[in-house]
């Protein structure tokens, strides 16, 4: 078997491998760089490899940075079949059309800007219509814990990460001539004692993990540490009088975050009058994604779901898809939730949002997700005092309230105990920046004593 990581290996971004076994070549994973100005800038470079060599590509959750460029590798001739869970396949059919949107409607703005100055900037990488044509190289859903056949004695089976609705780790296996090899890619796990997630599977007993390590080099508060964290950054926000942003993925954070606002609504923590609105036609077609598949989630939502509730719907909230709808929240000047996309505020609804109220001295902004290099998030959350928002410099007088705990990966310590589960497994790490990798590579091997190699990216590894 060899393993060659591509995308970016040493970042949070871009996750991409190529699995070459059994004279197959299989891609895990075919995600979308982040960070920098502009969403896709990163993403039109082509592929280090032949897209039409590629036998197959397997998906392990429908976040960007995993799926993003897949409507460009099968532009690019990519044939095969795209193996994924029913809940990704749903998931990514939304999260790449609205993309793909996005990027033209960025496009749109650049290309005047660009004809100003008297230059020309290149197409996004794909088109709403190529992101649909992905899709439809969907193989039939795969359901967790089944092996599925490759071909040539190669097998594949999915089993729940706990990370986003659907998401899986994958685990491949060879058999030949009697004896067999077994890699699993973890894809990116989710952290144990959530609310909405259930905890992530076992890791089961193989030869090689890749695993990732956004969070490698630190432990999370605990969830509950985390939840008390947010309702009181809410309560405090509430009480200086302006308005609270919320910046969110649309997939999973924003689910847990109405979770949240839904059980301070009943136990009478927010003010009747508060308006919180969720602002993102993406996030509220995910939202009900979730909604259809409650029994796939954490069990105390099945057991809310057998009393006949509603996780994420409650009487304060209100779902506004229409663009009139989102530009008729400027008119509440204060008191409202407001909870958009994107998360790292590099893009969609919430720029606006954060156009009204960053410069307000009683507004507040609370992130709750991770915030990577480049974004504007991500200077707001390191103190910027202004940051650029469609092309104007917008002062940061609101408070800024960063809750990390929410996080939907594991921390250093549950990668590490995820990992126990593999045996004697030698560990490649991937997909964490450079100090979560050297730290969690350092920890692994002092604690479980295991082979471990910080992978470099676009280098073939032999296991
Ligand atoms: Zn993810």
């Known amino acids: 078997m060899r393993i060659t990581a591509y995308g970016a290996a040493r970042e949070v971004t871009g996750s991409c491998h190529l699995l070459e076994a059994a004279g197959k070549r299989i891609i895990v994973d075919c995600g979308q760089f982040q960070g920098g100005e502009h969403s896709y800038d990163r993403s039109t470079e082509p592929f280090p490899f032949d897209p039409r060599s590629i036998d197959a590509v397997v998906l392990t959750h429908g976040h960007l940075d995993h799926i993003g460029r897949l409507p460009l590798l099968v532009k690019e001739g990519f044939e095969g079949p795209i193996y994924a869970t029913a809940e990704t396949r749903e998931i990514g059919r939304l999260i790449l059309a609205d993309a793909a949107h996005v990027m033209y409607e960025e496009y749109g703005w650049r290309k005047r800007k660009a004809a100003r100055q008297g230059r020309e900037i290149p197409p996004p990488p794909y088109a709403v219509e190529d992101a649909l044509l992905a899709v439809d190289q969907f193989a039939p859903p795969v359901a967790y814990e089944s092996p599925t056949s490759l071909g040539n004695g190669l097998s594949l089976t999915l089993r729940n990460a706990g990370h986003v609705l659907g998401s899986a780790f994958v685990e491949f296996e060879e058999k030949r001539n009697g004896s067999g090899k077994s890699v699993v890619f973890s894809g990116d796990l989710g952290y144990r004692g959530r609310q909405v997630m259930p905890d992530p599977a076992a890791c ?76 993102s036609p993406l996030a509220i077609s995910i939202t009900e994604a979730y909604e259809r598949h409650l029994r796939d989630l954490n069990p105390r939502l099945v057991a809310s779901l057998d009393r006949g509730e509603d996780p994420f719907g409650f009487p304060g909230v209100e779902f506004t898809p229409s663009v009139e709808d989102s530009r008729a929240i400027n008119s509440w000047p204060s008191g409202s939730i407001i909870i958009a996309g994107s998360g790292m505020a590099n893009g969609g609804r919430v720029i606006h949002h954060l156009r009204h109220n960053l410069w307000r001295e009683d507004s507040s902004v609370i992130f709750a997700g991770y915030q990577a290099i480049g974004t504007p998030g991500r200077a707001i959350v390191d103190g910027a005092r202004s940051v650029k928002i469609m092309g104007e410099e917008i002062a940061v007088r609101a408070r800024i309230y960063t809750i990390n705990g929410l996080s939907a990966h594991a921390d250093s310590r549950g990668i590490i105990d995820w990992l126990r589960g593999s045996g004697n497994a030698d560990v490649f790490l991937v997909h964490g920046e450079p100090d979560s990798l050297d730290a969690l590579a350092t920890a692994i091997r002092d604690e479980l004593r295991r082979n471990v190699t910080v992978v470099e990216p676009k280098t073939p590894y032999d296991v």
């Open 204 to 279: 089961p007993p193989c030869d090689v993990v890749v695993s990732e390590s956004t969070y490698g080099d630190r432990p999370h508060r605990p969830v509950e540490e985390s939840r008390q964290e947010f309702a009181e950054a809410i309560k405090e926000a509430l009480r200086r009088g302006g308005n609270v942003v919320i910046p969110s993925f649309a997939l999973e954070r924003t689910q847990e975050v109405l979770y949240y606002l839904h059980e301070m609504w009943d136990a009478g923590e927010i003010p009747s009058n508060c308006h919180i609105f969720l602002d």
